[in-house]
């Protein structure tokens, strides 16, 4: 289906998003205060590129060879790689990162260097994640790999019995997979569904990818081997284990945002409309957890404050903090869930219940 063609009820709790919007537009201007990056935000840029860079120069220039202190740095890079995509390069693909279009095109092509490429990523996330939030067939989060079910609208399997237990394992492959092969794959998917309009555009975005795989895969992965004398396994082990950390931080951050006891999955009709509002909408399909712990909040990129990031995209993540006051006491006037989970090991139970339950076809996911 085209996805343009989805709609979303404007008339219902039409009130509710108009008055939110008053009221956080209010905040910033009686606090005289930009929407986007603050001296804080471009510190912790600088901050994270070298927890990226630093490690590799060490590793390239071979001042560490010993096979541990090897490995930890590649390590300490999918830390990095982590912290940029979650902190720097997700504002920046919002143009939440600054009011320059230039800085937060520069900013989001940081993606490319970590292996993953931006325009497939703006597609997915931007475009049918933040339009279509746990909708079956159009949010491509929740469309997972055969052997996990993160919908109560998708067809059991034997095997969900027990994703409760091994998804945690596979998380560490997504970030792997979409470096290897997702990101081709997604483009060609863009393209039949016509999200990718035309044959032009499909070509010069496969280019796209082609190109900055070729620089990335050059630079880390072939670059070491020519240069090192460090066996290839070992290199290609430290390698893997910069994408394992990467693809465990982002998969267990982003789904237990979306994939728990307390959201929904509504579905559009046979001709696309979604009966709701498109905030409301929003508000029922999204979860905050640990609000109050600092130093996730700072890592993550503000995104345990997943709800106000769906409602304001564009504003950087610095500010999601005070305007979560805002937005919980719009929704409690108007009656709308605002659902929040105090603790971050309280929310990694929460998503293996969630887990549990779709993988048992549980009412309760449904």
Not at 301 to 329: A, D, M, R, W
Request: net charge positive; aromatic share 14%; with cysteine.
């Amino acid at each position: 289906m085209d996805f343009t063609a989805y709609r979303f009820d404007r008339k219902i709790d039409a009130d509710f998003y108009k008055t939110l919007r008053a009221r956080v537009n209010g905040y910033f201007e009686t606090n005289n205060i930009s929407r986007t990056a603050n001296s804080t935000m471009v510190i912790k840029t600088i901050t994270l590129i070298a927890l990226y860079l630093v490690p590799y120069f060490f590793i390239i220039t071979g001042l560490v060879s010993a096979t541990l202190p090897f490995l930890a740095l590649w390590l300490v890079m999918g830390l990095g790689a982590a912290g940029i995509g979650f902190s720097v390069m997700h504002d920046a693909n919002h143009g939440a990162y600054s009011t320059n279009k230039y800085v937060n095109t520069a900013l989001g092509q940081l993606m490319n260097i970590l292996g993953a490429n931006s325009s497939i990523w703006k597609l997915q996330h931007n475009v049918l994640h933040h339009s279509f939030t746990n909708i079956e067939g159009a949010d491509g989060d929740i469309n997972a790999p055969g052997f996990l079910r993160f919908s109560p609208h998708q067809k059991v399997k034997p095997i969900h019995r027990y994703q409760h237990i091994y998804a945690w394992f596979m998380y560490g492959f997504m970030i792997l997979l979409k470096v290897l092969y997702t990101d081709f794959s997604q483009a060609v998917h863009f393209r039949k569904t016509r999200l990718v309009k035309t044959r032009k555009d499909f070509v010069t975005l496969l280019m796209k990818i082609s190109f900055w795989k070729v620089i990335y895969f050059g630079a880390f992965l072939v670059l070491p081997m020519v240069l090192l004398p460090i066996s290839n396994w070992l290199i290609l082990l430290g390698f893997f284990l910069m994408h394992y950390a990467v693809g465990m931080a982002m998969a267990v951050i982003f789904q237990s945002a979306h994939v728990m006891p307390e959201t929904q999955f509504p579905l559009a009709t046979e001709d696309g409309n979604v009966e709701n509002n498109w905030a409301v909408h929003q508000m029922i399909t999204t979860t905050n957890f640990a609000p109050n712990n600092k130093l996730l909040s700072w890592y993550v990129g503000g995104l345990n404050f997943q709800v106000e990031h769906h409602l304001f995209p564009t504003i950087c993540h610095v500010h999601y903090k005070e305007i979560s006051k805002i937005v919980k006491e719009t929704a409690n006037e108007f009656g709308v869930p605002y659902n929040t989970i105090g603790s971050f090991r309280k929310t990694i139970v929460e998503h293996a219940k969630m887990l549990y339950m779709l993988g048992h076809n549980s009412p309760q996911a449904a």
